[in-house]
Structures are given as C-alpha cells and as structure tokens.
C-alpha cells in the first residue's frame, strides 16, 4: 500500500510509492504524456502519467479532466529541479489514478485574467488559487506565532464579547442592533475596555476575535470586519508595552519566514527588510514625527504631493504621511506621545503636557502603515469620568468600566493588532481584503 502523503512533505518520500488526494489545478497534454497540476491543500505537486503506464480508458478520461476535479493518485515520487509546484522540485509518476469527482466544465475562476471584483464575487472559489492559498496560508501562521509568544510570555487568553453596550473607538464606527427589549447593542469595535477588566482578575491577557468598524473609508487597508490581537497588562508603562510589541512582532516575522518560505516564494515576496526586523525597533515621539513632516512638506515643490502632504501639529497622520515617515527606517518604527485630540477618550495624558496622550502607533515599513495601536490607560477615576462626558459618551454604560479605577486600579497599558495587516505586509500584497478569508467592505458582504 501506497503512504497517504501532504504535499509539503513531499521531500522526505524520494523514490517511494505514494498516495496523494487532492484537485486538479492544472492540466497539460502532450501527446503520450499528460501532466497534472495537482493540489491537496498543502501544496501543489506535477503528477505525471505516461499512456503506456495506465489503462486506455483511464488514460482517455485523464486527458480529458476538467479543472477542480477531485482525484486521489498514486505513484513514485521522483526530485526534478524544473518540477512546478509549491514547493515544487518532486514530481509524481503515476501509476494510479482515481477520479472521485468530475468537475463541471464552467468553473468560472478558469487560469486567465480575472478583475478584482469578478474575483471577489467568486471568494468562494478564489481562495483555491495559489496566490490566495499562499496568503492565508501565512495568515494562519501569523496567529499561531502570535498565540505562541503570549502563551510562553505569561499572557492568558480571555475572550471578550462581540455584542457589547457601548463604543470603544468613537462612536462615529459602530454597527447597531437591536438587542431584545434592552434597546440597542452594537458589534464590538475592540475587547480592550472588557481586558482591563481582565487584567484584575489575571495580570496579563489577551483577546482575539472579529472586530467590526463602519468605516466609510474606502482604502486598501480598511474592512469593516477584521480580525484583532490584543494584549493588555497590569502594572506597565508605555516603555514596557513597547518592549512586548516588538518581541511579539518580531516573533510574528522571524516565524512566518522560518516557516512558510513556500508561500513566500510564490508570492514573489522580496524578504531582506523582513529578515531584519528583530528588537529594538525605532521610536520617535510625534513632535518628532510632526516635525520630520514639516520639512518634507515645505520641500515638496509638486503641488499636488504638496498638498497630499499638508501637515501641522495636532494632525492625524494619513497613508502618505506614514509612508514617508516609515521610509526613513529599516524596521518598523513606535511613534509615541499623539495629541489627545486624535485619539481614544482612555487614553492617560502626559504628565505635565494634557495635550499629548501615552498612546503609541506601530508602523510598518514598505507603505503598509499602522499595524498596532495601543496606550497607557487613565487610571484615575475622576479623570476618566471627565473624559466620559467630553466625549458625550452614555456614563450609565460605563459603570462598570469606571469601577476599575475604584478597586485596585493601577497603571496598565495594552495595544490592538490588526492580522489583516499584518498579513498583507509580510505577504506584500497591495489589500487588506486579500488577507481573510471572505473579506467584508463597505460595498461587500457577498459571498
Ligand atoms: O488603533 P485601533 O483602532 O486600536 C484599538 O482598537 C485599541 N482599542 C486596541 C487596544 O489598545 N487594545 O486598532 C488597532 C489595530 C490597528 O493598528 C490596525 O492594525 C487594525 O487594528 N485596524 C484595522 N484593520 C483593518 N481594517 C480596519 N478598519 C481597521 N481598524 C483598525
Ligand atoms: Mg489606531
């Protein structure tokens, strides 16, 4: 009997007799010879069958496979440099072959040009292609590295709820619902306000879930569904936050490469800035970002960049200002210290500066941007009452929040990831929307 393999472990079955179950991804015929691209979602692999080797109807039929057709094929792995495939290099000569499922002949994502939107509307049938497959791949591997590094680092999981009486990031972004007779409920934009309560109980948490935001903002690295990572501590200042965001990041990265080459390799992915990012990273206060801002503005002499680049203290960075700021750096770079203003109503202000908040941003190099948004929280509750009503946020709602700060409060600080993000810049890939499975936009929730 033939050994029931996975495609990426291809390599350790040199010259044996094989079992591969899978679809037919490809298909090329050259006379006496018909190659099958075959993947099993582990990989991709080329099966070769030579017509003398196999039954004439069989052969016939095989020669005939419509894409997506389900097999299961038997043969001898063979190392062939020029063998495509993910990982590519084996080939399978067959000897048997079953044909579980013929597919129909319309399959839509059919190997040409597709545009993005027909794409889209056949997500469905999308994520089967390599690029797609390559992509989630490493998004997988992007939160188990992440579980990994919070488990061995004294962080417990606790998953906070999803259908939550309140906003936590503005109120500009809340999707509403009606909830029974208790009025309205609204999809959680963050577990961060429900952490800290956690923290009380366990010292060092994290939450991981869906996070929904009705953003009207339209751009490459938005969705309206994402996925989040948040850790948050008792006990720590920004320093100490920062130093777990850059273990935690560079332990991200340092295992996405280690162990997903394949899917890099087809993603054409250039890794030498990634290879670098290992602690410490950069950290600038947005003075002294704002300043570096300044400068490039004034220098621009396009005026259409020039006004794309508009900056002044107590602005909001926007992509391209990131992107110029990232650019002077090989890692990812802290900006830390924002002004109150732009941020979250939480946020534990400067001391002796109240204009500026102990709220730190991670950006991403290569244009990708902001992939951790995290701060000191107040921990005071006479101030976080205050803040409360400026922001015309319902008190009654907040009770039990602002008990946090009647009861052992101390100073704690935690940061949200965005995986989406995260995901896009470690596969290079221009879109969020690429890096979930069912990508959910203002203008989709198909399919
Ligand atoms: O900066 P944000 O809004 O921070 C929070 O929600 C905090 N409550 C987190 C915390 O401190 N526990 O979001 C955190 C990260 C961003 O840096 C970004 O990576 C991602 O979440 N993110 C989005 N990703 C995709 N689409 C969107 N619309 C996103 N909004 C935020
Ligand atoms: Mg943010």
């Given at each position: 009997m033939a050994t029931l393999i996975r495609v990426d472990q291809i390599a350790a079955y040199e010259g044996q007799e094989v079992t591969v179950r899978g679809w037919v991804y490809n298909r090329t015929d050259k006379g006496k010879l018909c190659f099958l691209l075959v993947r099993d979602g582990y990989g991709y692999v080329q099966c070769v069958a030579f017509k003398g080797d196999l039954p004439e109807e069989l052969f016939d039929r095989m020669v005939r496979l419509p894409q997506e057709s389900a097999v299961i094929v038997q043969g001898t792995v063979r190392k062939d440099g020029r063998a495509p495939g993910i990982?590519?290099?084996?080939?399978?000569?067959?000897?048997?072959?079953?044909?579980?499922?013929?597919?129909?002949?319309?399959?839509?994502?059919?190997?040409?040009?597709?545009?993005?939107?027909?794409?889209?509307?056949?997500?469905?049938?999308?994520?089967?292609?390599?690029?797609?497959w390559a992509v989630l791949r490493v998004r997988a591997k992007v939160i188990q590295a992440a579980r990994e590094w919070l488990n061995a680092n004294g962080f417990i999981n606790m998953d906070t709820p999803i259908l939550t009486p309140n906003a936590v990031e503005g109120t500009t972004t809340l999707f509403e619902t009606q909830y029974f007779d208790e009025g309205s409920a609204y999809l959680t934009q963050s577990g961060q306000l429900y952490n800290e309560a956690n923290i009380y109980a366990f010292g060092k948490v994290y939450c991981f879930g869906p996070t929904f935001r009705a953003e009207k903002s339209k751009t490459r690295r938005h969705l309206t569904e994402f996925w989040m990572l948040e850790p948050e501590m008792a006990f720590t200042d920004l320093d100490g936050l920062m130093e777990v965001e850059e273990q935690l990041i560079s332990h991200i990265v340092q295992t996405v490469l280690r162990e997903c080459q394949p899917e890099l390799k087809s993603l054409k992915r250039d890794t030498t800035r990634l290879e670098k990012v290992q602690p410490p990273f950069p950290r600038i206060s947005y003075d002294e970002a704002a300043e570096i801002l300044r400068q490039i503005y004034e220098q621009e002499s396009d005026p259409e960049r020039k006004e794309l680049l508009r900056f002044e203290w107590g602005m909001d960075f926007g992509s391209p200002h990131e992107t110029e700021l990232t650019n002077r750096f090989e890692k990812p770079v802290f900006v830390y210290g924002y002004p109150t203003a732009v941020k979250a109503f939480y946020m534990q202000p400067w001391p002796g500066r109240p204009e500026v908040c102990k709220s730190v941003d991670l950006l991403a190099p290569e244009g990708y941007g902001e992939i951790c948004g995290g701060s000191e929280r107040i921990y005071d509750y006479d101030l976080l009452l205050e803040r409360i009503r400026q922001h015309n946020l319902p008190q009654e709602a907040f009770k039990w929040y602002l008990d946090l700060r009647k009861y052992g409060s101390v100073p704690h600080a935690g940061f949200g990831m965005g995986v989406e993000r995260v995901t896009a810049w470690l596969c290079g890939i221009e879109h969020v929307r690429e890096a979930i499975p069912f990508p959910r936009t203002i203008k989709r929730v198909y399919p």
């Open positions: 990982p590519g290099g084996y080939e399978i000569s067959v000897r048997d072959l079953q044909i579980v499922h013929e597919a129909a002949l319309d399959y839509p994502m059919a190997l040409k040009e597709h545009g993005v939107d027909f794409a889209l509307d056949h997500r469905h049938l999308w994520i089967r292609m390599p690029s797609q």
